[in-house]
């Protein structure tokens, strides 16, 4: 008789696990949380665009009153944005981490003739941006700006007050200028590796995309 080798008692490793573990996998989960992190700052830009409303900014007022009526909402929305922000760097900088470590001496000089200075700087520019909206969240979600407390005529929270006020100190539009500027060049790269990571760009779109992913930065 034969000898059939058994397989019970030893466990199958999850095949979705093993994916999420490769070098490609770890680049979906770069480029997914990236595209959502995209999509927040998106919906943020919106909703900042909204101080335009009203001749004391009052838009960004009733909208900042609105998103906060759902505790639940609110939180849900906040957590949501941490993980991801924490999978995306967590992830990112695995990579970096691995390909720094693979490529010899010689082959990262050559690779640097090839890429851009964005592409170079993604772990520089997303670091600072990492510092950045600690700072910014500090600022303006958990209120250490001076201005917190100011309520407009209708006893709403005055976030257009606030923001008015903050970036009347030149100290901190600098800041925001120069984190900003670090923020495009981190997008204009990375909505780029998106398409490419997910095999959506081609020779004809190249072009497209990368003039696409700058007017969106
Ligand atoms: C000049 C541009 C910006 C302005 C005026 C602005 C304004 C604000 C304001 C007023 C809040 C507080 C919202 C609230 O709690 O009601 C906020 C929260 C936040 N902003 Fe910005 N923002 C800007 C750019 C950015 C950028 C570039 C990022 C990310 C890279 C960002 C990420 C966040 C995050 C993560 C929060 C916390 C969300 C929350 O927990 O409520 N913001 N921003």
Redo the contacts with the bound molecule.
């Keep these: 008789m034969s000898a059939i080798p058994s397989v019970i008692g030893t466990r199958q490793p999850n095949s979705l696990l093993v994916f999420a573990k490769s070098s490609i996998g770890r680049k979906w989960i770069v480029g997914g949380s990236g595209a959502l992190l995209v999509l927040?700052?998106l919906a943020?830009l919106a909703g900042?665009l909204t101080i335009y409303i009203g001749s004391h900014g009052e838009g960004?007022n009733v909208y900042?009153q609105t998103?906060?009526t759902s505790a639940l909402f609110?939180w849900g929305a906040?957590l949501g944005?941490l993980l991801v922000f924490v999978v995306h760097i967590g992830t990112a900088l695995s990579l970096a981490v691995e390909n720094r470590r693979a490529r010899p001496v010689r082959a990262a000089k050559n690779a640097h003739l090839q890429s851009t200075v964005f592409a170079r700087t993604m772990v520089l520019s997303g670091l600072v941006?990492l510092c950045?909206?600690v700072l910014?969240?500090a600022q303006?979600?958990l209120g250490f700006n001076g201005y917190a407390q100011l309520l407009d005529a209708e006893g709403r929270h005055d976030?257009a007050a606030?923001?008015i006020k903050s970036f009347q100190n030149p100290f901190l539009s600098g800041i925001?200028f120069l984190?900003?500027l670090l923020?495009g060049m981190h997008l204009s790269h990375g909505i780029q590796s998106v398409f490419q990571t997910f095999g959506l760009n081609g020779r004809k779109t190249a072009e497209i995309l990368k003039r696409g992913a700058l007017v969106v930065s």
Excluded: D, E, T
């Design positions: 927040f700052l943020h900042n960004i900042a998103l906060h609110l906040r944005l941006v950045f909206v910014h969240v303006f979600a976030v606030m923001i925001y984190a900003l923020l």
